[in-house]
């Protein structure tokens, strides 16, 4: 079962272009930082639009050293590692910047990128250190009565952006397992706005990662007395009734999202995907593969209704296309994220679509210990599949 992160709803613009205007001094004035920080970025935007990634990154690195506005400059060192495919340089440059500047403050545009290019990457630690450093850095703003960052970081109110990433920390701390981090973070958020919906949508995604299911039921439940067609809450709260198996509250969850006018794509096709679901497990194979396309129709980008529609195949027997049909939702969840995100209440479930993973992975050790697994399970519709997966299996050795 598919659980909606915040993450999934909110649109983070970290990488939109930026207008510099450079001045042009005086070839008689006496040489000034300024002096030094204009011939470094041209240097830099010369080596940049030449292609030479490391060329630029160290002139945008070099500028930040003498710039009364570093983030500016260690944001553009990184970003041309990332434009060019180099999401770890990235994020060791914008590291380095962190450590570089004096002021807090000033380092929540880098941390903002950290937290965000670690999550896409699937490195969620770094990704939930980052946003909890954010949160400290944008709780120290608003207490020293700033109100916004500079023009150039951010055109959000500092609160906020602060409200946005408390929510945001909950989640990945979460994922990463830290529960108290993540429950401290949702709680800070319900405080400062305890008119609305997303704190206690925040905490109950934190409780329902830490299977704490009753207690989540009864945050979401606040969630949904603020504001009843919050699509995440909906589609959370209907996760938690399917992990205490009441599958029916679960399916009365999932269809609200689809009447909510509040459900984008993303929160339509998980809520597709999840009714889906239960259909498979009352072997209506065939209404489940039909909610399954709807769901890739709804949002062809999503991992969780391929992966979701290989197990339909798989336990009725058209295994090519299982093995198929998973290389999509793999090829679609490089980061590991919508496995993070899927919950299971029968854990044969979880072991077959890693196991097809695993044989796509080219680990068949890995792939033939979870089929075992299977095959002995109490889920009686996967174990003809892991049957005929462990024969194949053997037959390729």
């Known amino acids: ?82 434009r060019a495919g180099e999401p770890e340089q990235a994020l060791a440059v914008w590291s380095e910047g962190v450590a570089a500047i004096p002021q807090a403050a000033e380092t929540t545009v880098l941390l903002e990128r950290i937290a965000f290019v670690a999550a896409r990457s699937g490195n969620v630690h770094h990704a939930a250190l980052a ?10 703003a608003v207490e ?58 925040a905490l109950g995604y934190v409780l329902l990662q830490a299977a704490e299911f009753d207690d989540a039921i009864a945050a979401f439940d606040e ?14 709260l209907g996760t938690a009734f399917y992990m205490k198996h009441d599958l029916d509250a679960a399916e009365a969850q999932f269809e609200a999202v689809l009447s909510s006018p509040a459900a984008n794509d993303r929160s339509q096709s998980i809520a597709l995907s999840n009714l889906a679901e239960l259909l498979m497990l009352q072997g209506a194979y065939e209404d489940a593969e039909r909610l399954y396309r709807d769901a890739i129709e709804a949002c062809p980008d999503g991992a969780w209704s ?17 093995i198929n049909t998973m290389i999509d939702g793999w090829e679609r969840d490089s980061n590991g994220l919508s496995r993070v995100n899927t919950h299971f209440f029968q854990p044969e479930w979880a072991w077959q679509r890693d196991a097809l993973i695993a044989e796509i992975e080219g680990e068949p050790k890995t792939a033939i210990a979870l089929w075992r697994k299977v095959a002995v399970g109490k889920v009686g519709a996967l174990v003809e599949a892991a049957r005929y997966h462990l024969t194949a299996l053997a037959l390729d050795k």
């Open 1 to 82: 079962m598919r659980r909606q992160t915040l993450r999934n709803r909110l649109p983070v613009g970290l990488l939109a272009a930026m207008g510099l205007v450079l001045t042009a001094f005086a070839a008689t004035a006496a040489p000034t930082p300024a002096d030094d920080v204009g011939a470094l970025a041209r240097k830099g935007f010369a080596a940049m639009h030449a292609g030479e990634v490391a060329a630029a990154s160290a002139a945008f690195e070099a500028a930040a050293r003498v710039s009364d506005q570093p983030a500016m400059w260690w944001m553009r060192a990184g970003d041309v590692h990332l």
């Open 131 to 140: 946003e909890h450093r954010l949160v400290k850095a944008l709780a120290r």
């Open 144 to 201: 020293a009565g700033r109100t916004s960052p500079m023009a150039w970081q951010h055109h959000q109110p500092l609160e906020q952006r602060l409200q946005m990433h408390l929510a945001l920390s909950a989640e990945m701390s979460a994922m990463s397992g830290e529960f108290t981090r993540a429950e401290k973070d949702a709680r800070a958020l319900i405080r400062r706005a305890p008119a609305a919906p997303d704190g206690y949508a």
């Open 223 to 236: 969630a949904l007395r603020l504001d009843p067609t919050h699509a995440a809450a909906l589609n959370n």
């Open 306 to 322: 391929y992966m979701g529609l290989a197990a339909t195949y798989d336990v009725s027997g058209r295994y090519d296309e299982a």
